[in-house]
T-cell receptor, first 118, second 116 residues
Framework: GAVVSQHPSRVICKSGTSVKIECRSL??????MFWYRQFPKQSLMLMAT???????TYEQGVEKDKFLINHASLTLSTLTVTSAHPEDSSFYIC????WGGGHSYEQYFGPGTRLTVT | AQTVTQSQPEMSVQEAETVTLSCTYD???????LFWYKQPPSRQMILVIR??????QNATENRFSVNFQKAAKSFSLKISDSQLGDTAMYFC?????????????FGKGTKLSVIP
């Protein structure tokens, strides 16, 4: 159990276009989802936290108008990178928290999306 | 703010041997959780083990165990009978309630290579 899927796994887009990444919790309900960015050989950097039905909370330095997050249901969150530029190229990882039921705030991660902006 | 420090950027271990990865953290909270995550070359983050700070007993999961020293704020991971599939980046992480939001704080990671 506790599987998180992410789609697409890889995407290449042209500079100036927008790209949407989907994150789904497949077998549990996630009241909170997280979006991370990971640069090569580095740790995960939290971009934003989203709660179902609420606006996302962005970390300092993350442009909310560039990285649009929608958490429409208890199993789906989307990250849209708007007007993408080459510097937005990175590995994006979503995560979902399964709350309670003895799971003690365990957080499960999607397989990641490699975004390349040309 | 919480900080998590992993002082070993890279480590290697012979197959079937035991290795310990170090992690220290800094928090003023009383209630928090600690985790070890594994990120293999596929880059899928996998939860290895977790520890609740209020529990004195060290967590174990098959070949993985932790040495939780609360007073020293230390949370090391021991991998016994290392296998080739254990080759991965290992991230230590803490979780606490900050400004009403529980957020994971990750260390910089330790790259573990298991040598045949």
């Amino acid at each position: 159990g506790a599987v998180v899927s992410q789609h697409p796994s890889r995407v290449i887009c042209k500079s100036g276009t927008s790209v949407k990444i989907e994150c789904r919790s497949l077998d549990f309900q996630a009241t909170t989802m997280f979006w991370y960015r990971q640069f090569p050989k580095q740790s995960l950097m939290l971009m934003a936290t989203s709660n179902e039905g609420s606006k996302a909370t962005y970390e300092q330095g993350v442009e909310k108008d560039k990285f649009l997050i929608n958490h429409a249901s208890l199993t789906l969150s989307t990250l849209t990178v708007t007007s993408a530029h080459p510097e937005d190229s990175s590995f994006y990882i979503c995560s979902a928290r399964r709350w309670g039921g003895g799971h003690s705030y365990e957080q499960y991660f999607g397989p990641g999306t490699r975004l390349t902006v040309t | 703010a919480q900080t998590v420090t992993q002082s070993q950027p890279e480590m290697s271990v012979q197959e079937a041997e035991t290795v310990t990865l170090s992690c220290t953290y800094d928090t003023s909270e009383n209630n928090y959780y600690l985790f070890w995550y594994k990120q293999p070359p596929s880059r899928q983050m996998i939860l290895v083990i977790r520890q609740e700070a209020y529990k004195q007993q060290n967590a174990t999961e098959n070949r993985f165990s932790v040495n939780f020293q609360k007073a020293a704020k230390s949370f090391s991971l021991k991998i016994s009978d290392s296998q080739l599939g254990d080759t991965a980046m290992y991230f230590c992480a803490s979780l606490y309630s900050g400004a009403g939001s529980y957020q994971l704080t990750f260390g910089k990671g330790t790259k573990l290579s298991v040598i045949p």
